[in-house]
């Protein structure tokens, strides 16, 4: 009760958070009602709808404000996000398949042709949001490869595969003989901590395989090889987060490690998939008994965090069904399914405002660092991964790719 009492203090004080975000984390203090996966698919997969239309555009928005005090400085939708929009369309194709709803697949292609208008004249993808002052990003650019390639495997229309093959050769013009990307990184990551571009490498090798391009998958592999020299004896990445490499995110941690572990699935390279397993077998040990994760982690994998970021638990519940379907250990599939259900305990599927309902917040509790008082793109996309795999072995065991 007195843990209650000085929450309650706490919501008080914060009179500018604005109603909705004060009700929220309130109802957080005895975690939120949860439903059936299904109930949870089709309201997230609706909210992903929602973020869509919103948009002057055919992008999907970068998220939801609850705010003026968030990321975005104001509340409602923010602006179309051309790097999560990108591996939004992939999730979106299966989503389809998954609810037997071809419907989905024009909004899919709707958003391939969206980023096919905005690609930059070298190739590339532009960082932050649509609105912003177009810059080159190599991860955006990667993510945005496997929308294009998820489009031209639906449709087998060629403006997807040279959208793709454009992206693919911005990304191998600027790529470091040692495998990395310093050149091209978003203005928002460190240059020198982007182990997490494996799946940019993952990306190449994709795109690779399907266009039967060599010189592809021979950078994704030099970029794997290179993440590989980052990766400490205890399954830990080094130089791996977007501002604290000392305490990554989950978030990036997971980037990192399902770069690594989905290259070595589609090349069938046994090193590769070894070292994505150690990482995720380091994170089945850093998994709390209600089925979450600490939003950051030291580099002995303790926690640096007294919060969620619930974007990497529902990550890491993709990698781990994956992990399940490599290996066939249950231990993989029991991690996944609670912390699937963690991640739908702090769902609100019955709130009157549309930006809130079936949206996956930033963090848990709601007050978390990372994208604080926001409904996140890229959260409600791995959710949805995350849902549609738990429950379709078949679907686990071939992937969604991007």
């Known amino acids: 009760m007195k843990g209650f009492e000085w929450m309650e203090r706490k919501i008080r004080k914060i009179t500018n958070l604005g109603k909705e975000v004060r009700d929220e984390l309130r109802k957080e203090r005895g975690r939120i009602k949860s439903f059936e996966d299904e109930e949870h698919l089709?309201?997230?997969?609706?909210?992903?709808?929602?973020?869509?239309?919103?948009?002057?555009?055919?992008g999907v928005s970068r998220g939801y404000s609850t705010t003026t005090l968030s990321y975005a400085g104001y509340r409602g939708w923010e602006p179309s996000y051309p790097e999560t929009t990108g591996y939004i369309i992939p999730t979106i194709v299966f989503g389809a398949e998954a609810l037997n709803n071809a419907s989905l697949v024009n909004r899919a292609l709707s958003m391939a042709d969206w980023e096919i208008d905005i690609q930059m004249p070298s190739g590339a993808v532009m960082s932050s949001v649509v609105t912003a002052e177009p810059a080159p990003a190599v991860f955006n650019t990667g993510q945005v490869i496997f929308g294009w390639l998820a489009?031209?495997?639906?449709?087998?229309?060629?403006?997807?595969?040279?959208?793709?093959t454009r992206a693919a050769d911005y990304l191998l013009s600027v790529q470091e003989s040692d495998g990395s990307w310093r050149k091209g990184n978003s203005k928002y990551a460190l240059e020198k901590a982007t182990t997490y571009n494996t799946r940019v490498a993952w990306a190449l090798i994709e795109l690779g395989l399907a266009t039967q391009r060599d010189e592809y998958i021979d950078a994704g592999k030099k970029n794997i090889e290179y993440a590989l020299t980052k990766?400490?004896?205890?399954?830990?990445?080094?130089?791996?987060?977007?501002?604290?490499p000392n305490r990554p995110l989950l978030h990036t941690i997971v980037y990192a490690t399902q770069g690594i572990l989905e290259s070595g699935i589609c090349l069938n390279e046994s090193k590769y998939i070894d070292a994505?397993?150690?990482a995720l077998d380091a994170l089945l040990t850093c998994q709390r008994e209600d089925g979450g994760l600490p939003g950051r982690l030291a580099s002995d994998w303790s926690s640096e965090a007294n919060w969620d970021c619930l974007t990497g638990d529902a990550q890491v519940a993709v990698s781990w069904l994956r992990a399940y379907a490599v290996t066939?250990?249950?231990?993989?599939?029991?991690?996944?399914r609670k912390a699937i259900q963690?991640?739908?305990?702090?769902?609100?599927?019955?709130?009157?405002?549309?930006?809130?309902?079936?949206?996956v917040k930033g963090s848990f509790p709601f007050d978390g660092p990372y994208g604080q008082y926001e409904?996140?793109?890229?959260?409600?996309?791995?959710?949805?991964?995350?849902?549609m795999m738990i429950n379709d072995e078949k679907l686990a065991a071939g992937g969604i790719k991007g």
Not at 328 to 336: I, L, P, S, V
Not at 345 to 354: K, Y
């Open 342 to 359: 963690f991640v739908k305990r702090t769902q609100n599927l019955e709130h009157t405002n549309p930006g809130i309902r079936g949206g």
């Open 375 to 387: 409904m996140l793109s890229w959260a409600a996309k791995f959710f949805c991964d995350a849902l």
């Open 276 to 278: 994505g397993l150690k």
């Open 328 to 336: 066939n250990e249950g231990k993989y599939k029991e991690a996944a």
């Open 231 to 244: 990766q400490k004896e205890n399954g830990w990445f080094s130089d791996n987060c977007l501002n604290d």
């Open 151 to 164: 489009a031209f495997k639906k449709t087998e229309d060629q403006k997807y595969f040279n959208s793709a």
């Open 42 to 58: 089709n309201t997230t997969l609706s909210w992903i709808l929602r973020a869509q239309d919103a948009t002057e555009d055919c």
